[in-house]
């Protein structure tokens, strides 16, 4: 007698396929709308799924959001670890550059924002929006995510920066993050007012924003 074993995994197949295409209209309806603006009614349309299909899966609409994030801010947050490891490992012992350090913190995030094909664009720019239109809960939740990442990372410019005060350098790092965010939201606002930009292709940022980054954080320390 032969066991039937298609049907099962053909059954798991169609759940992985029915949360993913819940992730992703989530994903969109987020940056587009908001959190709170975004209703379950809409992203069951978007979706193409009903409202049990969403319970299921996910629970509750603050399980969707964390599920939306930890999607690929696990990627992001290994991705940068794995970038400053081998700068730690290219040093070899002497101090680490604070431009390496910068390039494998926000230059990691950056180039997964220029990634329109993959999805990495539109994850950005829904944290981009996370910083400039706070949700409590939403920061609550990416502080703890990010928090070990952020943590090593700090420990290294400290190092870097020896004659740098460690406040000096969490505002200048909190400075940097901001203007990562508003980058990667895109400039909607200013475009109102000073017109299209002639190039704002996402691969460009790079290099725009790396440049500007590094000349605040090598700034001349303030008199305040």
């Known amino acids: 007698m032969v066991m039937e074993t ?3 995994a053909a059954k798991d197949a169609s759940s992985a396929e029915t949360r993913r295409r ?4 989530a994903e969109v309806l987020f940056v587009a709308h908001g959190f709170d603006g975004t209703s379950m009614r809409m992203l ?9 299909s969403v319970n299921y899966h996910f629970g509750s609409k603050e399980e969707l959001i964390r599920a939306v994030f930890r999607r690929r801010l696990s990627e992001l947050n290994r991705a940068r670890l794995e970038a400053l490891a081998q700068v730690e490992q290219d040093a070899d012992g002497a101090p680490l550059r604070p431009s390496r350090i910068v390039d494998a913190y926000f230059g990691t995030a950056l180039r997964m ?3 329109v094909q993959g999805g990495g664009h539109l ?3 829904l944290l981009g929006r996370t910083q400039t239109e706070p949700h409590e809960f939403v920061r609550r939740f990416l502080a703890e995510e990010h928090g070990p990442c952020v943590e090593r990372f700090l420990a290294a410019l400290y190092r870097a920066l020896p004659d740098v005060p460690k406040a000096e350098i969490l505002w200048r790092f909190q400075f940097m993050i901001g203007a990562m965010s508003y980058a990667i939201a895109g400039p909607y606002e200013l475009q109102q007012v000073a017109g299209p930009f002639d190039d704002d292709n996402p691969e460009r940022l790079v290099g725009r924003l790396m440049s500007f980054l590094l000349g605040g954080l090598r700034a001349p320390l303030g008199s305040c």
Request: a positive charge.
């Open 6 to 8: 298609t049907k099962p």
């Open 22 to 25: 819940i992730l992703n209209a």
């Open 44 to 52: 069951t349309s978007q979706a193409g799924v009903n409202l049990a």
């Open 113 to 115: 924002a220029a990634d």
């Open 123 to 125: 994850f950005m720019r």
